[in-house]
């Protein structure tokens, strides 16, 4: 599977951005995908998952209000829409999956075999 994360760039506080993953070679079936996104000197950490055969989703309380992770099976292709951002929301963000992915684990980015390259997202006025 290959992932292609793209949507990034530059916004005010306040303002919104959408990133898309978009998988490649294989049909999205029963995998789990997330995003995660790390600031620079700091560690990667979770920001949203959801199942691809279901309506199941999870956030980080970070961003719980304020992003949508959600699906186009036509597109195979998983959205997240970032409203009222923040300047802590820096970061470089980046999408995954896995096949089977248990639901308990979707926020760990141990259990993840496939990433996208990450995009570039920058809060600052």
């Known amino acids: 599977v290959q992932l292609q994360a793209s949507g990034g760039g530059l916004v005010q506080p306040g303002g919104s951005l959408r990133l898309s993953c978009t998988a490649s070679?294989?049909?999205?079936?029963?995998?789990?995908i997330g995003w995660f996104r790390q600031a620079a000197g700091k560690g990667r950490e979770f920001v949203a998952g959801?199942?691809?055969?279901?309506?199941?989703?999870r956030y980080a309380d970070s961003v719980k209000g304020r992003f949508t992770i959600s699906k186009d099976r036509a597109e195979n292709t998983v959205w997240l829409q970032m409203n009222s951002l923040k300047p802590d929301d820096t970061a470089v963000y980046s999408c995954?999956?896995?096949?089977?992915?248990?639901?308990?684990?979707?926020?760990?980015?141990?259990?993840?075999?496939?990433w996208g390259q990450g995009t570039q997202v920058t809060v600052s006025s």
């Open positions: 995954a999956a896995r096949a089977g992915l248990i639901w308990g684990r979707i926020s760990s980015d141990s259990e993840y075999d496939n």
């Open positions: 959801t199942r691809w055969g279901g309506g199941s989703t």
């Open positions: 070679g294989i049909f999205l079936a029963n995998h789990g």
